[in-house]
C-alpha cells in the first residue's frame, strides 16, 4: 500500500487577484500548462532526435524500399528533386535498432500520437526515452519502420512541394499533441488530490477514520481508510472513491477536474462507464459526479441519467465553505449515514 504523508495546511492563495472567471484551482492547472510547455520546449526533444538521425554512420540498404512501404515517386521526389539523404525522411529499421529515441523523430514527420502508435505496434515512451535502454529486434524495427513510412509517404504525397522544414514543423504539432495528453493528465491528478485530500482532512476532524490513525494537523494520505460503522473508502483510478460495507458497494465519486468545456461530454461519459459498473455490482450504490465545468448540455444529460445521484462543481467545493458543507452532508450524513 502507497502512504504518503501530508501537512494539513489546508488550501493557500497564490497572490493573484481573482476575477470572475480565476481562482486558486484554475491559477493552479493554468500554472502547471504553463511549466509543462515551457520545460518541454527548453529540453529540444525534437533536435536531439534530429540528431540522432544525422549521427548514424552505417550504410544503409535501400534497395528494398517496396518491402518498408516506401513509395517509388515519393523516394524519387525526395532523394532526387529535394536532394535529401534519404534516412532524414524514411525510417529504416537499423536507424531504430542501433538508437530507438530516432522513432520519436519518425513518429513526428508521420504526424502520429503516442497513442496512435500504440494501435500499430505497441508502447513506445521508453522506446522514445533519452536515457532509453530498449533493445529492438528486427522484427519490431521493420514493423515501426513500416508504419511510419506509410504515413510520411501519404503526406508527402498529398502535399504541396513539401520540404524537410515541412516534416520539421510537423514533428513540433506532434509533440503538442503529446503534451496535450500530458497535461490532461496533470489536470486530472490536480483534482483528485485536492477532493481526497479535503474528504480525509473532513474525517480527521469528525473523528470519522479508525485505521490509519492520524492527527487533525498531520494527515496520513493513503489508498485505503477504515471509517466508523464499517464503512471503508477506497482511493483508486477508477472509481476515484469509494465507500463500502463489508461486500456492499454502498457509494462511489468520479472527480473530472478538467476545465475547458469543450471536453465536459466526454469525461462524463467516461465517469458513466464507472457508474454503470458500480450499480451492476450493487444496484442501490449511489453514484456522485464531481466536475471542474459544467455546461448545459451536460446540466441536460445529467438531470435525464438515473445514474447520477448528485453532481457537484470541484471548483466551488475547494472554494465555498457552503458548497464543501452541502457536498459532505450530502455524502456522509444523507448517503453513508456517518454523521
Avoid at 521526389?77 to 529499421?93: G, N
Avoid at 490536480?190 to 492527527?215: C, F, M, T, Y
Wanted: include cysteine.
Amino acid at each position: 500500500m502507497r502512504v504518503r504523508v501530508v501537512k494539513a495546511n489546508g488550501l493557500r492563495r497564490n497572490g493573484l487577484t481573482m476575477g470572475k472567471k480565476s481562482n486558486d484551482y484554475t491559477d493552479a492547472l493554468r500554472k502547471i500548462k504553463s511549466q509543462l510547455l515551457v520545460s518541454t520546449l527548453q529540453r529540444k526533444k525534437d533536435h536531439l532526435a534530429f540528431k540522432a538521425v544525422k549521427s548514424i554512420r552505417q550504410r544503409l540498404n535501400w534497395e528494398q524500399r517496396s518491402d518498408l512501404m516506401v513509395d517509388e515517386e515519393v523516394w524519387k521526389y525526395v532523394v532526387t528533386k529535394l536532394a535529401c539523404d534519404p534516412k532524414l525522411v524514411f525510417c529504416h529499421p537499423s536507424v531504430l535498432i542501433e538508437n530507438p529515441l530516432t522513432s520519436f523523430y519518425y513518429r513526428g514527420l508521420s504526424g502520429l500520437s503516442i497513442k496512435a502508435a500504440k494501435d500499430y505496434f505497441g508502447a513506445v515512451e521508453n522506446m522514445e526515452s533519452e536515457s532509453t535502454r530498449t533493445k529492438l529486434g528486427i522484427g519490431k524495427a521493420k514493423i515501426i519502420a513500416q508504419t511510419y513510412n506509410t504515413f510520411i509517404c501519404s503526406i508527402i504525397e498529398n502535399s504541396t512541394d513539401w520540404t524537410l522544414e515541412n516534416g520539421k514543423r510537423t514533428i513540433i504539432a506532434t509533440l503538442g499533441i503529446t503534451l496535450d495528453g500530458v497535461m490532461r493528465n496533470k489536470v486530472g491528478e490536480i483534482a483528485e488530490d485536492r477532493i481526497k485530500h479535503l474528504l480525509v482532512q473532513w474525517l480527521a476532524d469528525k473523528n470519522l477514520i479508525v485505521k490509519p490513525k492520524g492527527s487533525k494537523k498531520r494527515i496520513v494520505i493513503t489508498n485505503e481508510y477504515e471509517l466508523s460503522r464499517g464503512i471503508t473508502m477506497r482511493f483508486a483510478s477508477e472509481p476515484d472513491v469509494s465507500f463500502a460495507a463489508g461486500d456492499t458497494l454502498l457509494a462511489v465519486i468520479e472527480i473530472k477536474g478538467g476545465i475547458d468545456p469543450a471536453g465536459a461530454l466526454e469525461r462524463y461519459g467516461a465517469a458513466r462507464k464507472s457508474f454503470e459498473h458500480a450499480m451492476q455490482v450493487s444496484p442501490k450504490c449511489k453514484n456522485f459526479y464531481l466536475g471542474g465545468v459544467f455546461t448545459a448540455e451536460l446540466d441536460r444529460r445529467m438531470d435525464n441519467d438515473r445514474l447520477v445521484e448528485k453532481s457537484f462543481n470541484i471548483i466551488d467545493i475547494l472554494q465555498q465553505s457552503q458548497s464543501r458543507r452541502e457536498f459532505f452532508l450530502e455524502v456522509f450524513h444523507h448517503t453513508l449515514r456517518l454523521v
